[in-house]
């Protein structure tokens, strides 16, 4: 038996893979006109319409709170979390997910490199958006740095909800089905939390509701403490569950 | 005129000869309670070809993607290139190509675009060429340089089966898995594809093809398996697989004709009766001997034998016996 000896031991790094195939995808979608305008202007048109309606309730920091939250789960359910599931669903129907499996590069390499632009495309977006709203006079954070947490860790979730959404989408086509109950659970969830009903703390233990926890403390309407800890492992929970039941049962090829 | 490795390049194989570059024992794959591969032994040597064959759902593709590292083994121990191929995936895939039978592409690249996606992916080429110059030549022996702008959902199904393997051979690969390389080609990329996949294997590459084409097999395997029903029923090479085989003469004669007396010549006909006459089939072990004897036969008996055949043992014949659940 010949021994474990490769004949050439230079290849390239999984930063470099994850890089090559997140340009490949990020190429892909420029091409895409229909998937350009859903996950870019489509996200952007909707801030805009939110700022306008709005607009009176923005001198109030809780104001600038809830426009920034609404935003900010529009702008990722639709642009990362819609995207990435109709991405993963169409690429493994295409069987070029089967493809990328079938090389040298790693599974946690082939998912990062097709949901990396996602997010970044929408990081972008975001930057854009929060840009806007500082000119137009929207109430800036107190605390930005956990307004940025709070940010970076709905993206992520909504790339692994994406995942794990893909698993039971079929087709791109399906995509528009399969996401809308967890898009309905986190928006939901985001406005259980202002009710006084008294389930406050099982309304913070949703993803919804950790992320209006996050911002109503960036925006200094809730003080900085245990809760907001307590918030930021609640989304990082989130973040991780999908992910672990995503990376097991996981499906390259389509049935 | 088409370019193979072989023409181009001096081998820089680590492979050494008369070594094991899979083997599979006691392999058993399953799906949920479906058991696809029931306990098979396999053994490939470094430099071989080697053909597994059988018929739809004999648990062919299950075999290759479990050898390949796409699933491990649900029992039994599988070694390729001395390490497991689903644990040690990345030791072994740089030094192995796959064809599969089915995997797609981003239809929205090109051609181009695509080649060079997967040399980013992979090591580097292990004579040391650029992306361009491996995208060149590969686009060039299967005929694909016209096509380098193309995007490839305007490619053909042939083109594209092309492409799926300029991918698993860019790399000129210790060990090829080729899942049914040829289905739905042309007589011409057929011919490409086998002068290219005959040059690395003369260059020391192994080589596993699975086919439906029988003569494919017979042509380029040094050593052959037929599966069936999740078991390999034969292997060998071609010579010691038909030795197994008999050989067949086969007639029909009018059915009031009496073809019992042939059983006194020592031979073991069948007979199927028709509405009109009788089919005789005369598997042999020595085909010129009794084909005399049946023709002394029908000549004393002043018989006329219609649609008279004789015919080597072939795999094909082979192949349909194992097909039909008869052991070999």
Redesign the interface.
Known sequence: ????????????SAA??VL??AL?EL??IV??KTVLTGAVIMPVGMAVYLYFIGADQLAEPSGAAVLGGLTLMLVALLGVYLTATTTLAT?RQ???L?????????DTVIWLGMLTPIVVLVAAQLAVITAGFGIAGVEAPAQPLVVLGAVLGFLALCATAGMLTSIYTPSAAAAQITTLPFIAAVVGSFFWTAFDDGFEFASRLTPGGALQNLLMTGWGVEPLGASTAGAAVVLLAWTVLPYQVAARRFRWEKR | MTTTPSSQSTS?????PD???V?ASGLRCSYGSYEAVHGIDLSIR?GEFFALLGTNGAGKTTTMETL?G?RPASSGTV?V???DPYR????????IG?M?Q????????TVE?TCR??L???????RGRDAAEVITHGLDVLDLAGKASTRVKMLSGGQRRRLDLL?ATAAEP?LLFLDEPTTGLDPESRERTWDLVSALNDDGTTVVLTTHYLEEAEMYADRLAIMHDGAIAVEGTLADVLAREPAVIAFEVDAAVDVLPLSALGLEPDFTPTPSTTRVTLPTGDLQGDLWKVLSWADSHRLHLDRLSASEASLAAVFRRVSLGASA
């Open positions: 038996m010949t021994a474990l000896t490769p004949a050439s031991t230079r290849g390239p470099q893979r090559a195939i490949m190429r892909i091409r895409n690429r295409e069987l070029f089967k493809r990328l499996r079938s090389g040298e590069s790693s | 820089t194989r680590a492979v050494e070594t094991i570059a083997a470094n390949e796409h070694s290139l001395g390490g040690d995936k990345a030791s072994i895939r740089p030094r796959i599969l089915e995997a797609g592409f981003a239809d929205d690249l675009e996606l997967w980013r992916l992979s090591s580097a080429d292990p991918l210790d």
